[in-house]
């Protein structure tokens, strides 16, 4: 099966800073991969999903972007944070189409 | 688009009884995947079950089990003999071609 890793577990970071929080997915190829951004207590936000390096759906107009340079990599960007930018950010990875989604430990962004 | 519905913010059940999350969807397709995730204080999301549309019988997983009713477009779970570690978020999601939607969440907590 496969595993998610992310990185940092916490941050915070002022107003006005860069961002770059990174997924990497282990024990499969090819993933489908996912950002999800969750309020305290709600539900999952889709930010973006990738199905291959380079390939990037946004889901929102937002602050944020999201890059895959390697097939197991992920990564979500902002050139400056917003105070609404704060919450609890996920990554998932589906190893196929018939499957369902893994997810990291999340981590949980203060933007100051 | 698929819309999933949870309209059980909070539950509470006494340790060692039973008790029933309920997850309402929309769809007009026929062929899809349901699945229950489950997110301790941690904030790990679990996979707890999964269930193919194209299958009647109902999925379990030792003492969690769903009760999948296509027709009515709802989607269950049960937990039996609830312990104190169920004390979690219940999130239902819709799966299709990769595409995924999530409810709202069911806040249970188990009361010792």
């Known amino acids: 099966s496969q595993t998610i890793h992310q990185w940092p577990a916490t941050l915070v970071q002022p107003v006005g800073s860069p961002l770059s929080l990174e997924c990497t997915v282990e024990?499969?190829?090819?993933?489908?991969l996912y950002w999800y951004r969750q309020a305290a207590g709600r539900g999952l936000q889709l930010l973006f999903y990738?199905?291959?390096?380079?390939?990037i759906s946004s889901e929102v107009p937002q602050n944020l972007s999201a890059s895959r340079p390697q097939d197991r990599q992920f990564i979500l960007s902002s050139k400056k944070l917003l105070l609404s930018d704060s919450g609890f950010y996920l990554c998932?990875?589906?190893?196929?189409?018939?499957?369902?989604?893994?997810f990291g430990p999340g981590t949980r962004l203060t933007v100051t | 688009a698929q819309t999933v519905t949870q309209s059980q913010p909070e539950m509470s059940v006494q340790e060692a009884e039973t008790v029933t999350l309920s997850c309402t969807y929309d769809?007009?397709?026929?062929?899809?995947?349901l699945f229950w995730y489950k997110q301790p204080p941690s904030r790990q999301m679990i996979l707890v079950i999964r269930?193919?549309?194209?299958?009647?019988q109902n999925a379990t997983e030792n003492r969690f089990s769903v009760n999948f009713q296509k027709a009515a477009k709802s989607f269950s779970l049960k937990i039996s003999d609830s312990q104190l570690g169920d004390t979690a978020m219940y999130f239902c999601?819709?799966?299709?071609?990769?595409?995924?939607?999530f409810g709202t969440g069911t806040s249970l907590t188990v009361i010792p």
């Open positions: 998932a990875g589906q190893a196929g189409e018939l499957y369902e989604q893994y």
């Open positions: 024990g499969t190829s090819n993933p489908n």
């Open positions: 990738s199905v291959g390096i380079g390939q």
């Open positions: 769809t007009s397709e026929s062929n899809y995947y």
């Open positions: 269930q193919e549309a194209y299958k009647q």
């Open positions: 999601a819709f799966m299709k071609l990769s595409q995924f939607y």
